[in-house]
């Protein structure tokens, strides 16, 4: 005994050991306090903000603060019940930092437009003040949305001259033909016109326009602008509408794209000219351009004019893109420097905010010169807390420490368990069915071995076994080069789990080695081989319940090793099927014992009822039974049984015996139905080897019958893919996922309750952008 007792405790069998303690601080303290709090990572925090101080003080506080609790106690509870975020203590600073990490976000987002960079690396400067940083933050707003402004200004104005100069260039082609129209239709139209003095009211627009001076006789008009191409259609469907089909459309692409100043991205547009006749169809036609977002551009009728224009325009151009490139020269500047130290700022808000937060959930005792909180932490980081606490102090030139006191608590208290890189995804696996409560077995110990040789023996193929060793080989290698990326959902999964990967990979080769398969190829490497069986004994409820398992199960194991011994042909599906279908018929060799089912049924069902009926009887005449008051046989009972009898309440023997029935009832069929669950090990194993054989042979040996290079390389490259994407991808997650049902539903259920809540102390390391 005393050789176990000094053996190293299993950490992650039972949960730390916890305890609840009260902070008295200082308001001086607290600020720094709560930041070393933070980068210990050990107390988690209670929400006591609303919480009547007369029940948070010590005992021992002075006889004269207690008076004043009793006469402000009422006053108190109606300042703090039920307090809304906005009415915290610390709410402005909350909002402030918030109102920091917006900006920071908006510098983000603006780098990212810019195609800048943030710095993984800042150069270590002198730590700023978040006061200092506040107007600095705001300087660099205001100095970035002036920055925006101007060159939105410049952009758009320079994407208006842009526009300008491609309406002018192509208006050259739509006022003056450039004789793609026959000779025999020019000639007629002159003929129209030398014999027909009335021909400017009757023309149509299409000629008028191709007769040079006619516009201007006849009356026809054009408007000339840039439209998004997007829009292109359903423009002119309107002005067709609109003027009852008395226009011209005539559109051409643009030679550039103009970029957004607000999206900055690149549009596609058209330039179109319209020619009509009347001055209500130009009032229309501008409604028109205007309701579709089109900017339309004056274009003289003379060519002269438009070339003088063309250059005019061309000169401003070349100057608004020497500005504009020098106002992005000067913002890009502006945003390395903020770059170079946003990754720093970004974390120093978060810190200041998660600071706040977790002081908005103390409270200020009557004097106001304390703050007041509770939390939970393990036993073990009671003595760096109080260092913590002590450094606290002294940095802040306190004259008054601070009061680290244990409290007791009837409250459950939080779970946790102290995992390493190796252990942790094992945990994540059982978090994920349910937190185990308080000092809780913890099934993850199991799960370590459990999970991948269930895996494995799904997944048995050696072959297979290395592809997934080397996979989880290169996770592990490059593992402080990707712990320290954002990964995508698929590669953080495969990331985080490297460690379940490694394990399942090597169960897979042992397993392989066992069935003797490399990609579906047999190989005879070992010889015969046996397997050893242990039982172990226990009491109260759990004999009865073994003497069933034992007689059912356990006679199915020891036949399968008869069977390898005497070469017995019994059927273990029908030993399993008929015990319960067919308790008394002579099934031959699939038959242990007359009877077997009912026989071991009843163990579990009597004693129970009668063991309970006798402890009644012996408690209300006055004689003790110990220890079996406390058993675990009375754990799975309702508040009103036997266990909860209310004063002297008579035992309900019939009430009891029924229950004992639904539970008899509920294990005989759980157990059932969960052990032949497990045939799914052997299913899929099954159709892992047959889909294994499958592409071996229907897909490479085919292949190499022929005698054709071609052929083999297709049907290389095919056996190939479907090794990498079907049997190790799509196998492996349904081998995963089954081993996870068999965990979850099959072995955790019987024991393990999972109803706890998992221990989430305050630090600095678990801050996330969404903490911002």
């Given at each position: 005994m005393?050789?176990?007792?000094?053996?190293?405790?299993?950490?992650?069998?039972?949960?730390?050991?916890?305890?609840?303690?009260?902070?008295?601080?200082?308001?001086?303290?607290?600020?720094?306090?709560?930041?070393?709090?933070?980068?210990?990572?050990?107390?988690?925090?209670?929400?006591?903000?609303?919480?009547?101080?007369?029940?948070?003080?010590p005992?021992?506080?002075?006889?004269?603060?207690?008076?004043?609790?009793?006469?402000l106690?009422?006053w108190?509870?109606?300042?703090?019940?039920?307090?809304?975020?906005?009415?915290?203590?610390?709410?402005?600073q909350?909002?402030?930092?918030?109102?920091?990490?917006?900006?920071?976000?908006?510098?983000?987002?603006?780098?990212?437009?810019a195609?800048?960079g943030?710095?993984?690396?800042?150069?270590?400067?002198?730590?700023?003040?978040?006061?200092?940083?506040?107007?600095?933050?705001?300087?660099?707003e205001?100095?970035?949305?002036?920055?925006?402004?101007?060159?939105?200004?410049?952009?758009?104005?320079?994407?208006?001259?842009?526009?300008?100069?491609?309406?002018?260039?192509?208006?050259?082609?739509?006022?003056?033909?450039?004789g793609?129209?026959?000779?025999?239709?020019?000639?007629?139209?002159?003929?129209?016109v030398?014999t027909?003095?009335?021909?400017?009211?009757?023309?149509?627009?299409?000629?008028?326009?191709?007769?040079?001076?006619?516009?201007?006789?006849?009356?026809?008009?054009?408007?000339?602008?840039v439209?998004?191409?997007?829009?292109?259609?359903?423009?002119?469907?309107?002005?067709?509408?609109?003027?009852?089909?008395?226009?011209?459309?005539?559109?051409?692409?643009?030679d550039?794209?103009?970029?957004?100043?607000?999206?900055?991205?690149?549009v596609?547009?058209?330039?179109f000219?319209?020619?009509?006749?009347?001055?209500?169809?130009?009032?229309?036609?501008?409604?028109i351009?205007?309701?579709?977002?089109?900017?339309?551009?004056?274009?003289?009728?003379?060519?002269?004019?438009?070339?003088?224009?063309?250059?005019?325009?061309?000169?401003?151009?070349?100057?608004?893109?020497?500005t504009?490139?020098?106002?992005?020269?000067?913002?890009?500047?502006?945003?390395?420097?903020?770059?170079?130290?946003?990754?720093?700022?970004?974390?120093?808000?978060?810190?200041?905010?998660?600071?706040?937060?977790?002081?908005?959930?103390?409270n200020?005792?009557?004097?106001?010169?304390?703050?007041?909180?509770e939390?939970?932490?393990?036993?073990?980081?009671?003595?760096?807390?109080?260092?913590?606490?002590?450094?606290?102090?002294?940095d802040s030139?306190?004259?008054?420490?601070?009061?680290?006191?244990v409290?007791?608590?009837?409250?459950?208290?939080?779970?946790?368990?102290?995992?390493?890189?190796?252990?942790?995804?094992?945990?994540?696996?059982?978090?994920?069915?349910?937190?185990?409560?308080?000092?809780?077995?913890?099934?993850?110990?199991?799960?370590?071995?459990?999970?991948?040789?269930?895996?494995?023996?799904?997944?048995?193929?050696?072959?297979?076994?290395?592809?997934?060793?080397?996979?989880?080989?290169?996770?592990?290698?490059?593992?402080?080069?990707?712990?320290?990326?954002?990964?995508?959902?698929?590669?953080e999964?495969?990331?985080?789990?490297?460690?379940?990967?490694?394990?399942?990979?090597?169960?897979?080769?042992?397993?392989?080695?066992?069935?003797?398969?490399?990609?579906?190829?047999?190989?005879?490497?070992?010889?015969?081989?046996?397997?050893?069986?242990?039982?172990?004994?226990?009491?109260?409820?759990?004999?009865?319940?073994?003497i069933?398992?034992?007689?059912?199960?356990?006679?199915?194991?020891?036949?399968?090793?008869?069977?390898?011994?005497?070469?017995?042909?019994a059927?273990?599906?029908?030993v399993?099927?008929?015990?319960?279908?067919?308790?008394?018929?002579?099934?031959?060799?699939?038959?242990?014992?007359?009877?077997?089912?009912?026989?071991?049924?009843?163990?579990?069902?009597?004693?129970?009822?009668?063991?309970?009926?006798?402890?009644?009887?012996?408690?209300?005449?006055?004689?003790?039974?110990?220890?079996?008051?406390?058993?675990?046989?009375?754990?799975?009972?309702?508040?009103?049984?036997?266990?909860?009898?209310h004063?002297?309440?008579?035992?309900?023997?019939?009430?009891?015996?029924?229950?004992?029935?639904?539970?008899?009832?509920?294990?005989?069929?759980?157990?059932?139905?969960?052990?032949?669950?497990?045939?799914?090990?052997?299913?899929?194993?099954?159709?892992?080897?047959?889909?294994?054989?499958?592409?071996?042979?229907?897909?490479?040996?085919?292949?190499?019958?022929?005698?054709?290079?071609?052929?083999?390389?297709?049907?290389?490259?095919?056996?190939a893919f479907?090794?990498?994407?079907?049997?190790?991808?799509?196998?492996?997650?349904?081998?995963?996922?089954?081993?996870?049902?068999?965990?979850w539903?099959?072995?955790?259920?019987?024991?393990?309750s999972?109803?706890?809540?998992?221990?989430?102390?305050?630090?600095?390391?678990?801050?996330?952008?969404?903490?911002?």
């Amino acid at each position: 005994m005393e050789y176990i007792d000094r053996l190293p405790s299993m950490d992650l069998m039972r949960s730390e050991k916890m305890m609840l303690a009260q902070l008295i601080i200082p308001v001086e303290s607290a600020h720094r306090a709560v930041s070393y709090l933070g980068q210990l990572g050990l107390l988690q925090f209670r929400d006591v903000s609303s919480d009547p101080l007369f029940y948070q003080l010590p005992l021992w506080f002075s006889v004269y603060t207690c008076y004043m609790l009793v006469k402000l106690v009422a006053w108190e509870r109606l300042l703090n019940d039920d307090k809304s975020p906005f009415q915290r203590t610390f709410v402005n600073q909350v909002k402030r930092c918030a109102e920091m990490s917006r900006k920071l976000r908006f510098f983000k987002d603006q780098i990212h437009k810019a195609g800048l960079g943030l710095s993984p690396h800042p150069a270590s400067e002198t730590d700023i003040e978040l006061e200092d940083l506040e107007v600095g933050l705001a300087e660099h707003e205001h100095e970035l949305l002036e920055m925006n402004h101007n060159s939105e200004k410049l952009q758009k104005a320079y994407n208006e001259l842009l526009e300008f100069k491609m309406v002018l260039q192509k208006a050259g082609d739509f006022l003056m033909p450039d004789g793609n129209h026959s000779a025999d239709h020019e000639t007629e139209l002159d003929e129209n016109v030398h014999t027909n003095n009335d021909y400017a009211d009757s023309a149509s627009l299409l000629e008028q326009e191709m007769q040079p001076g006619l516009s201007d006789q006849s009356g026809v008009k054009f408007v000339s602008g840039v439209i998004c191409k997007s829009k292109a259609l359903r423009f002119e469907r309107m002005l067709f509408r609109t003027t009852r089909g008395n226009m011209l459309f005539n559109q051409a692409p643009a030679d550039d794209p103009i970029v957004d100043p607000a999206s900055n991205e690149m549009v596609e547009n058209i330039v179109f000219m319209v020619f009509f006749s009347g001055e209500q169809a130009r009032k229309k036609i501008h409604k028109i351009c205007e309701a579709f977002g089109a900017n339309c551009y004056p274009v003289p009728e003379d060519s002269i004019k438009r070339r003088q224009i063309t250059r005019d325009v061309l000169s401003r151009l070349s100057e608004l893109e020497t500005t504009l490139e020098a106002g992005l020269r000067h913002r890009d500047a502006a945003l390395n420097s903020i770059a170079f130290q946003l990754t720093k700022w970004m974390n120093m808000v978060r810190r200041e905010k998660a600071i706040y937060d977790t002081l908005n959930m103390l409270n200020f005792d009557v004097t106001k010169k304390c703050l007041v909180g509770e939390g939970w932490c393990p036993i073990f980081a009671k003595t760096m807390i109080q260092d913590a606490l002590q450094r606290a102090t002294f940095d802040s030139s306190s004259q008054v420490g601070i009061i680290f006191h244990v409290m007791d608590s009837i409250e459950s208290p939080p779970t946790f368990f102290r995992t390493n890189h190796f252990t942790n995804a094992y945990q994540e696996i059982v978090d994920a069915y349910g937190v185990a409560k308080y000092q809780e077995a913890n099934p993850a110990v199991y799960t370590v071995i459990t999970f991948p040789f269930l895996f494995a023996v799904m997944f048995g193929d050696w072959g297979h076994g290395i592809c997934l060793l080397l996979g989880a080989l290169v996770l592990i290698a490059r593992e402080k080069r990707l712990g320290s990326q954002k990964l995508s959902s698929f590669m953080e999964m495969l990331f985080g789990g490297r460690y379940v990967l490694l394990l399942m990979s090597l169960f897979s080769i042992y397993c392989g080695f066992i069935y003797n398969e490399f990609f579906s190829v047999p190989f005879h490497i070992f010889g015969s081989s046996a397997y050893k069986c242990r039982d172990a004994t226990c009491r109260y409820q759990f004999v009865p319940q073994m003497i069933f398992l034992n007689s059912l199960f356990g006679y199915l194991s020891l036949l399968i090793i008869i069977k390898w011994c005497t070469g017995s042909q019994a059927d273990l599906y029908h030993v399993m099927i008929y015990m319960f279908l067919s308790p008394f018929e002579d099934l031959g060799e699939n038959k242990l014992f007359w009877g077997q089912a009912v026989i071991a049924v009843p163990w579990m069902l009597f004693p129970k009822p009668f063991i309970l009926k006798r402890l009644h009887t012996e408690r209300f005449q006055g004689r003790a039974y110990g220890i079996l008051g406390t058993s675990d046989m009375y754990s799975d009972e309702e508040p009103d049984s036997a266990r909860h009898p209310h004063g002297e309440e008579e035992f309900n023997f019939s009430e009891v015996f029924v229950h004992q029935m639904i539970h008899s009832i509920e294990f005989v069929l759980g157990a059932v139905s969960n052990t032949a669950s497990y045939l799914r090990l052997w299913a899929l194993s099954l159709a892992h080897s047959e889909l294994s054989t499958v592409f071996y042979e229907k897909v490479l040996l085919l292949a190499w019958g022929y005698n054709n290079f071609m052929i083999r390389l297709v049907g290389l490259a095919v056996f190939a893919f479907a090794t990498a994407f079907i049997l190790l991808m799509m196998e492996t997650l349904s081998a995963f996922l089954h081993a996870l049902r068999l965990h979850w539903v099959e072995f955790q259920n019987k024991f393990y309750s999972g109803d706890g809540y998992k221990f989430k102390p305050f630090s600095f390391a678990s801050l996330t952008d969404e903490d911002e």
